[in-house]
C-alpha cells in the first residue's frame, strides 16, 4: 500500500499542509469568509449561501472542522457553525512564517 510520506516531514511542514489543503477549495475559502463576515455563530443551513448542493457543502465544511478551522456544536436537528479563532490566528501565523521563509530567498530566484 502506498504511502503519503507525510512522517518524513516535520510537524511544522505538516500542520501547513492540513490547513493549506483545507483551503484548497473556493467553496471552502467562501464558507471561511462567510463565517467572518457574519461574526457569528450559524445555525441553519450554510448552503443557501453558495451555489452548491447542501451535500457538497456538508464535505467542506467537514474538511474544514477537520482541520480545525471551524466548530460546529449540534443543538437538536441543527449544526451551529463557527470560526475556531485560535486555529484561525495559528493558520495566520504559520501562513505568514511560510511565506516569509520562502520570501527570504531571493537569490534563489530564476531569471
Keep these: 500500500m502506498a504511502s503519503a510520506k507525510t512522517d518524513l516531514f516535520d510537524t511544522r511542514l505538516n500542520s501547513a499542509a492540513v490547513l493549506f489543503k483545507a483551503l484548497a477549495h473556493p467553496a471552502r475559502l467562501a464558507i471561511l469568509q462567510y463565517l467572518a463576515e457574519t461574526k457569528v455563530c450559524i ?11 447542501r451535500t457538497t457543502v456538508n464535505q467542506h465544511l467537514t474538511e474544514l472542522k477537520n482541520a480545525g478551522l471551524i ?30 521563509q520562502i520570501n527570504k530567498t531571493p537569490d534563489n530566484q530564476c531569471t
Design 43 to 53: 445555525t441553519g443551513d450554510i448552503s443557501d449561501e453558495l451555489p452548491l448542493s
Design 71 to 100: 466548530q460546529g456544536t449540534v443543538d437538536g436537528v441543527k449544526v451551529n457553525y463557527c470560526l475556531n479563532p485560535q486555529k484561525v490566528e495559528e493558520m495566520i501565523f504559520i501562513a505568514n512564517t511560510f511565506f516569509d
